[in-house]
Structure formats: C-alpha cells, structure tokens
C-alpha cells in the first residue's frame, strides 16, 4: 500500500459528514510556451495555508510530446507563480495568473521564451456544501509509462446516502498512447477516487508489471482512504 503523507492523513481525519470537504484548488490551462502547445494544471493551497500565498504544484505536456513534467513553486504575490521543473530543479517559469488565463516567460538563461495561457477548466473543493466544478478538468498525472500518460477527469458526484451534498470526484482516467495521442481507453472509476493524495496530480500512480500495467488509484473514502490496484492489458 502507498504511504499516506501525513498532511493528507491529518485532513482526511478532520474531515466533516455529511458533506465532503477537501483540499484541491486547481485551474486548467491550454495555451502556447514559444512556438509549442501545451497543456498545463496548477494546483495551489489558498485554502490550507488560511488565505496566504505559498506553495504551488502544478503538471504540464507540450502536445507533441505528452509526457507530464512535475512542477513545483510558490506564490511570490497573490497573482505572481514561480514554477520549477523536475527532475533538474530549475525554476524556468514564472506566471501571472487572472480569472481568465495566465501569461509569463520560460528561461533557460540563454533563450527566453513567452507563455499564453487560457483558463479551461477549474475546479475546487475546499467548501463542503459549495463544490466547485468548472469546464474542463482533466489532471495530468505524474506518474506515467514509456508508452502512456494518464488524465484523472474528474466531475461532480450526485448525493448519496453517506455525502447528502454533491461534490467533485475523478469520474474516469482516460489511457492516453504517448507516440500518437490516441485514447486507447477510458476506465470509470468508484466513488471517491481520487481525493486522496495532498497534490492532486499523485492520485494515479502506473507500473510496468509482466501481466499489463499496474494502475494503483487512490481513494479517498473514509476516514483514512485506501488504494485500489487495477491492472490493464498492454
């Protein structure tokens, strides 16, 4: 079983029925880095830190390549991100975000290059009673293959007997191929998925092993979640 980081497991234990409350403040962007396009989700924590800016994940693909890069940074003001890139740690971006988009540079220190971005999709669940799904809201996550990417997309869940409010959850993970872009297939997913882990991008979590790939989804059901383990064929 995944380890829970504690801030998750500290979260999950205060959380209050039956509404769900959680921690994921998330814009979608679509947009330009130079000449390439590129998808990209950044995940802040307004929220959690009481409305001080700080820390901010975030995802992002040049859609040629579909290959998720990790990204990691803080709010130097409000509206003003510095975003750095893993695995090298460089902090090549920076960003000035507004209700509609987001536009900045990318430098190497020898090439500088500018940044458009449109808001596509938007999503935060940090009211109980008040969840907010807008547009399109597919996360990329991290954890990938040689050959696939994985979108958690995520939607609005009705009222159930446990949760009497509606509230946001990964509906499905679409199986992206990495050479073509071509959905090779769409997995729904049960209740309560992904809304676990704190960075909403480590919900899905893939492995080679001899029989398929190995999707280890987190759940956040309960007190403490679980993981559930679904393999697919190649």
């Keep these: 079983m995944k380890k829970i980081t504690s801030l998750s497991l500290l979260l999950l234990t205060c959380l209050p029925l039956p509404g769900w409350a959680g921690w ?19 995940q802040t924590y307004v929220w959690l830190l009481q409305n001080n800016p700080g820390k901010v994940d975030g995802s992002y693909y040049y859609d ?10 803080k709010q130097q003001a409000e509206n003003q991100l510095e975003l750095c890139e893993e695995p090298d740690k460089k902090c090549p971006i920076t960003l000035t ?23 596509v999709g938007r999503l935060d669940n940090t009211g ?20 696939r990417m994985f979108l958690g997309v995520y939607g609005v869940q009705a009222p159930a007997e446990t949760y009497q409010e509606p509230y946001v959850t ?11 872009g071509r959905l090779l297939r769409t997995l729904d997913t049960d209740d ?7 960075p909403i991008y480590m ?21 403490m979640g679980y993981d559930e383990d679904r393999v697919i064929p190649d």
Aim: charged letters at 20%; zero cysteines; proline letters at 3%.
């Design 97 to 119: 975000v507004t209700d509609q988009g987001a536009s900045g540079t990318w430098s190497d220190g020898k090439r500088t290059l500018p940044i458009n971005l449109q808001q």
């Design 128 to 147: 109980e009673n008040n969840q907010l799904l807008e547009g399109n809201v597919e996360i990329p996550m991290w954890s990938h293959t040689k050959d």
């Design 192 to 198: 309560m998925a992904g809304l676990l882990m704190t």
């Design 64 to 73: 040629e390549h579909r290959i998720p890069i990790a990204l990691h940074g």
């Design 170 to 180: 990964m509906k499905s993970i679409k199986e992206i191929e990495i050479k073509t």
């Design 24 to 42: 994921y403040e998330v814009r979608n962007y679509t947009g330009t880095l130079g000449s390439h396009s590129v998808h990209m989700s950044l």
């Design 203 to 223: 919900n899905v979590e893939a492995s080679i092993q001899s029989n398929g790939v190995n999707l280890l989804i987190q759940h956040g059901g309960g007190r």
